[in-house]
């Protein structure tokens, strides 16, 4: 019996995707390799509405080292840094930043809510901050922060605006000439590919602060990184650490495959499902964690009182979806996640609410069956 | 947007079944290609509940290989055979048999039903006929006939009884040992591995009659092949035409899983699924074309009348699952077919059933949406 | 310890090729698929040199079945054969004929020799052969027969011209505009895909003389096949048994590589093989079965006297080159086969040459080791 | 034409290996995936000969983070750190470790020159270090460091020692219970599995020692990792950044079939190989980069004085062979590299000399062709 992964993250990959990852390892300096690499940090660059002179990455690692990355080469000990917290990936911002620095504000609104952009613009203004972080969307509450008006809040300040879109680009609406001055993500969720790949776009402002920090970090110092992938761009091998050619492969393969489907049309889709799965929720009668700012690509969702969650989570596999429980720390059993981004559907939708609703009510939760799955149906009839 | 293939084969593989085809071949007469085979070969005998003196075989070709081998070998130019009807491919049956000798009956209950095991006596009790065969599951029509009866009915007589079991073996309950001379299936169906190869089983009866008889073909004359499967079998490489050592393996890693499964746990799922779907269709109010025996691995269903079949399936690949359309003259394209075998569950009987939901309702059909859904759901329940 | 695979088919094949085996499995009616067969029987065509009016097939089988496709479908009860044997798969075409006319004169040069063309129209002068089929070049000897002196000295006869093609197309120069009517191959040899599928074309004067045949088999009835490949190469699909899919993906992505090569410079390539590999053999004092016209895919070479067979294949694959025995009566243990065909190169010739040189010398023949490597080495020179 | 990559790293993969990529991804916290990573952390330890009371790590990075973790875990700003450099990664490591503290000695013996351990205990006499590093084969020079001497050298020291393994563990003898504290590799090597896997060990001293270190950094941080794999040893999921879930499925294959090959039977194969690369490159004429201390799995190669390093790269590759330039500055293009690792055997080594040969010899180079093959040749013969 075949199990689909509803996570967030890794999540079910495209059939040719994953063929790719199979085919010989060529070597890191080769002509083919470069172009295969090229056409990705292109790709990258189309996929974070990046501007002409802003340099992508493609890097080893998880989305953890991403956000490394994006704060490591951008901090001096006393940089003022504010973090928008609005989850678990926020508390990491924010623990991983104190390495760098310990003047660190954190902006952290109610469990569920996103940040007001107004309260930024307020921050910002009271203190002058090198740098401000927020999570576009934190996997942990799918809970969506409002990027577009948090950059056009800052749109006066000297603040570098960093954007961690691990759980966003590729299914979110975004674009970094909005605003961003640095934003990232990794491989294995919207972007399509296997986990393994910490990607990233540094823009003109983040590029010239960089010339004025020397980074206490090796591995995550872009001076390092940065020629190798303008090398890239340029058509031209350079080299300062292996990369991970199969997966990068993988990554190309995706990547084109979104920008054959079309950021609108893919952004559009994911909207889409999101939808038909609030919807479903609740019709069934379930509270997501999100208030009101909902993420398209992950959803956070209380379960009913008496429900406990490895028992739900279990039954769901039975019934072939592997879903995700709970990363917020003290309620971390009481909530479960979905992720759908990618090449989610229909197929992935259904198959989700009905296992949601199958476990619930074998777990004793009292749920009119079919409820959520019709909901679901009715909104997912806008993607034809 | 991902799409699954839920035609009568070929079908949703497993990942590592699919992987293993990219293992580089091998040496069809390496000792790690003859273990593969010798376990693949073990395990058909295992699936098809062969008996201990019977041979089996894997050849690359269609099912209609298979179909061609199980008679070719085993018919003169004077034997008389009885053909049992119940769709496109007991048509099939008739037509190739006839180039093989004339002397040909046809025993076809009406349109969706299958054969009275009575009726298949009483004609054999009338005619010494050399060759029964019979379809178990039709693909075209969904009928499924009782083997296991009709081999009863013919207990006592000379008559080999040939069963095409592609469209169940793997899926449906089955067991040579009922009184199955000759039995064949392909890899792309209930056995879970991609087309290309024709699989069956000769027991004991029929290695003797193929003694007495000189097939007027070649690359189906078992004379050739078995020799080489029984080498297998011993451990030992022989040679007539080069396996398709790729597929080969894949096959073996789907019988592995096949096996890991149990077959009694399998026909089970495969029993609940066909239960699900067909709760389901019956539910939103489709006639099916079986009256009464249906199969576990197909479903074959009318449309209501006002539906265009081309419109019907586009609208269901939309909503992410490809259906079939019809094979039966006259009527092909007043009906569709769901393929429901190999490692199917709730995921893929819940997408489809909700997406013939909606593409239903799209085409105008006055269905209650949701009502489908809720019903397979119910049935799903006993999976657990 | 990798090992490379040296045998007449199957061979190394390429990562992409084997890479793609793994791709999900699709719908065969489907737009997808008919767009990747339709690219394949267009780059068969091209490949066979065939011209616009004849038809390619691409069928799940061995080799095996292409030959009995060529003159199964063309062939009455009283026809009149003549086939060309150079050599076990002379033999075979023979035997093979044999179940469908008794009127089989067999033309067969002595052991090592191809047929002089002469000796060919001097037979169809004396008898009106209905078909006449040739090895070009036989697999259990390497011998190569000249196709385009026979099909000249052919020109006006009305005899159909059969080529097997097995272990030529793809590595040796072919054309079936030369006058051959109809030509086959299968996958696995100098086409560069793994087993498992009978490639051929049948020109004009072929599909007019299957209009008056009624053939007594059934899956190799072309009648039944070509009708769906000639949809598929207009773009429709259309239906007799299920093809390979996963396959005929592989062929795809193979034929395609063969096309960005260019049949000269593959046939070149082939042929600076086919010399480095002869010329090492020389040099060792090595006997080859040809006489003189050698194969530039496949070499077949007596052992010293004092060498055993099985000891010296196993010694070379530890030196990691598979290597094959020979295949014809009474002398299959006196040499071994080389095959060099597909995407083969200065790697796998002198892996090749060296595993021969030190096997040979650990049987306890006395050659001079490394004189082989030198002499190859010097040959393929000219690749560059 | 197949082109074998004998660089140092990316390598030849087993093409079991390569397939297993392509495999679904699944949770990383599935029990599947938990019992993938024990299994893998388990050979891990094998591999490392690694003590009882030590934990293993595999993290998504390249090499250099493997190298950031075994220092920035164990350094204080006030550390003092001895670094043995033979070559570029030995200055990478000084470099790197620059960034943690400023209080570095470098023991650098003259190119081409292993570390004389005498000198390793005299230095450790003088200066209390805190931590010792040792390159034990040096990708860019291909000298080997005699590290079981060294660790006895320094048996009564407090210094860590930790040892840079990336190009020796899993091809060279290498044992951590000599004495080695932490040591590190990557996938690529002679792991043989495809880049993208920063993989090591830590001793009992070393996990102490981490009790009193506050990283700086954050990715590289073994407290935030070390729990991770300490649960999945134990068979339990636990979670901090997401695994590279294909990638380890494929470190996983290889490790295992490094188990079933031996440790010993592995050292001795590369070993064998080193000699006869070594033995070839003597006879030709061409001079080493090591004086005395030869790594058995990279060759660093003098080019002749004439021979332009660009040209005689692209002859190699169009005689099938992928070889790389040199790394050190200054002579970067003076000499070349070959990577002999992971499942290499007779046919890459003699592949390789061919295509050395060859290419040397076009461009000008006055060679006696051959008579490094059958050096070569000679001393293969120990493989059997």
Redesign the interface.
């Known amino acids: ?5 509803m ?1 967030p ?8 995707v ?13 002509r083919e390799f470069i172009e295969i690499l090229q056409d990705a940090l292109r790709n990258v660059k189309l996929i974070f509405g990046a501007p002409e002179d802003s340099l992508p990455y493609i890097i ?6 991403a956000m ?1 990355i994006s704060v ?1 080469n951008f901090l001096k000990r006393d940089s003022k840094v504010l973090v928008v917290n609005t989850g678990y990936f926020g508390d990491r911002f924010a ?2 930043i104190s ?2 620095t310990k003047n660190i504000d954190v902006l952290k609104p109610g469990l569920g809510l996103a940040v007001d952009p107004e309260d930024v613009r307020d921050a910002a203004s009271k203190k002058d901050y090198d740098l401000i972080t927020v999570t576009h969307v934190d996997t942990s509450t799918g809970v969506r922060n409002d990027i577009k008006a948090i950059a056009s809040a800052l749109k006066d300040k000297n603040s570098l605006l960093v954007v961690d879109g691990v759980c966003s680009v590729g299914g979110e609406s975004f674009d970094m000439k909005w605003g961003v001055d640095i934003a990232f993500t ?1 491989s ?1 969720k919207a972007l399509g590919a ?4 910490a990607i990233g776009v540094v823009g003109k402002r983040g590029l010239e602060r960089m010339e004025r920090v020397d ?6 110092d872009l001076r390092k990184w940065l020629p190798v992938f303008k090398s890239a761009l340029e058509g031209r091998a350079s080299y ?8 990068i492969r993988a990554l190309s393969v995706s990547l084109n495959s979104i920008k054959k489907e079309g950021m609108e049309k893919r952004i559009r ?1 994911h909207e889409i499902v999101g939808d038909a799965i609030r919807s479903a929720l609740n019709t069934i009668g379930l509270e997501m964690i999100p208030k009101s700012s909902y993420a398209n690509t992950v959803s956070a969702v209380y379960l009913p009182k008496n429900v406990e969650l490895q028992k739900f989570l279990s ?1 769901a596999e ?5 879903l ?1 429980g709970g990363l917020i720390e003290g309620i971390s059993s009481k909530y479960f996640r979905i992720g759908h981004m990618g ?6 939708v ?2 989700t609410i ?2 949601v ?2 476990s619930l009510k ?1 777990n004793g939760a009292r749920i009119e ?3 959520g ?2 909901a679901a ?2 909104a ?2 806008k ?2």
Request: proline fraction near 8%; charge should be negative; aromatic fraction near 6%.
């Open positions: 019996m075949k199990k689909i992964l996570i993250g890794p999540v079910e990959y495209d059939g040719d994953l063929a790719s990852m199979s085919i010989p390892t060529i070597s890191h300096t080769s080893s690692g998880s989305g953890t080292l490394e490591a623990e991983l390495r760098f990794s294995q296997p986990p393994g790949l980074p206490l970090t090796y591995y995550s300062f650490g292996t990369p991970n050619v199969n997966l889709r039954q039975e019934n072939g979806v592997v995700a090449s989610v559907g229909p197929v992935e259904l198959a009905s296992a609703e199958n074998n069956a079919g409820s799955i019709a149906q009715q997912l009839q993607l034809s």
